[in-house]
């Protein structure tokens, strides 16, 4: 007579055996998700009147994480918080309506440094443009002079960007050129300028003898480079300096450099 709990044993063993195999040929793998830790940035504005004046209710600058929906926008104090931002290097933005745009180039956010930037100041967009520039040589080929009219007459002194360029005149902007200066300036109770730059000072920059050279005259508020920093900053492609503060469109003139 069998032996069935013999019989029975054995068939179990078998049934444990190719279960092992089984399992040993089709591993489970569970995949763990480990969620990269978000940061922040937070910071705070201040508003400048073109007349330098500071005394302006401070909110709704928005500042934006370039190339991203994420932003956020400063109080009545200026204080602002953007959040959820991911290890790795990025542009913010900041603006609001009738004051200069600016930009905060690579920011890193890795978690070892906080981030507070507090010294951010945006200006007030110039209530005049340069409504015509004239450009000529004096007499001796070794100066070129420039006279220039704002729409406006302010009691205040205001300046003028010249902003020089090798290339067709609707190329140029604050963010595009070979040289600038911000040396004019319209006294106050007037509206009209007059500067005078070295030919030689030109050469100097890039520009050879006998070409052809166009320029570009824009009102501007705040020129100073600051202790803020953000009246100005680099283009961190070409290494030149940003405008922002500035009034369009803008006025412009051609001039042959002497041979």
């Not at 370039?66 to 913010?92: M, R």
């Not at 205040?156 to 200066?181: A, C, G, H, M, W």
Request: include cysteine; charged fraction near 15%.
């Amino acid at each position: 007579m069998p032996n069935y709990m013999n019989i029975f044993l054995l068939k179990l063993n078998m049934i444990i055996y190719t279960c092992i195999i089984c399992i040993g040929c089709n591993p489970v793998q569970s995949e763990i998700k480990i969620e990269e830790p978000l940061y922040t940035i937070s910071g705070s504005i201040k508003l400048l009147r073109e007349d330098n004046s500071t005394d302006i209710i401070k909110n709704g600058v928005i500042i934006n994480q370039v190339g991203t929906n994420n932003s956020t926008q400063s109080d009545s104090s200026g204080k602002w918080t953007l959040k959820n931002i991911p290890k790795g290097v990025y542009t913010l933005s900041f603006a609001k309506s009738g004051f200069s745009e600016f930009r905060y180039f690579n920011i890193v956010v890795d978690g070892k440094n906080p981030h507070d930037l507090s010294q951010i100041t945006l200006a007030q967009i110039p209530q005049f443009i340069v409504n015509n520039i004239e450009t000529f040589l004096t007499d001796d080929n070794t100066y070129l002079q420039i006279n220039c009219s704002v729409s406006k007459y302010a009691s205040q002194t205001r300046r003028v960007i010249l902003l020089f360029d090798k290339l067709n005149e609707s190329y140029i902007n604050p963010q595009i050129y070979d040289f600038y200066s911000i040396d004019l300036t319209i006294p106050a109770n007037e509206n009209s300028g007059v500067l005078k730059i070295p030919i030689q000072r030109l050469i100097l920059n890039g520009f050879s003898n006998g070409s052809k050279v166009y320029v570009a005259a824009y009102g501007i508020s705040r020129f100073e480079a600051t202790s803020e920093g953000s009246f100005v900053s680099q283009n961190p492609l070409n290494g030149k300096t940003i405008f922002w503060n500035y009034s369009a469109p803008a006025s412009v003139s051609s001039f042959f450099l002497p041979n």
